[in-house]
């Protein structure tokens, strides 16, 4: 069963920071975009950065409004993928998503829903002291 479950969320105070998980059961390992994605309410979810599986195997994308606070990594042997979070900011409490695309290089820019068919439920992060 190809499945992504998000893990880490809750509250978190600004200036605070926070490890969001993405465990992920997929088809294939060879060549997997993994995208984490941010939806503040009311707002259609807005990509924050993109690690690829295969090929380099690097992080292809950075948002710019985390660049420098948020980093992206993953653990084979676990088959998880991270999202950590340092100097967290009100902007970036929303709903998290981890999103893939299987047999398929990340895009060399900015990531958007479209490149994803496949995505998790979800994790809550909320900023506030």
């Known amino acids: 069963e190809v499945r992504l479950t998000e893990s880490g969320g809750g509250l978190v105070q600004p200036g605070g920071s926070l490890r969001l998980s993405c465990a992920a059961s997929l088809r294939t390992r060879k060549h997997v975009c993994l995208g984490w994605f941010r939806q503040a309410p009311g707002q259609e979810p807005q990509g924050v950065a993109a690690i690829s599986l295969g090929g380099d195997g690097g992080v292809t994308y950075i948002s710019n409004s985390v660049k420098g606070r948020f980093t992206v990594s993953k653990d084979l042997m676990r088959n998880t993928w991270y999202l950590d979070a340092k100097d967290v900011k009100p902007e970036d409490a929303g709903t998290y998503y981890c999103?893939?695309?299987?047999?398929?290089?990340?895009?060399?820019?900015?990531?958007?829903?479209?490149?994803?068919?496949?995505w998790g439920q979800g994790t809550q992060v909320t900023v506030s002291s």
């Open positions: 999103a893939a695309e299987e047999d398929s290089y990340c895009p060399e820019d900015e990531i958007a829903q479209s490149d994803f068919p496949i």
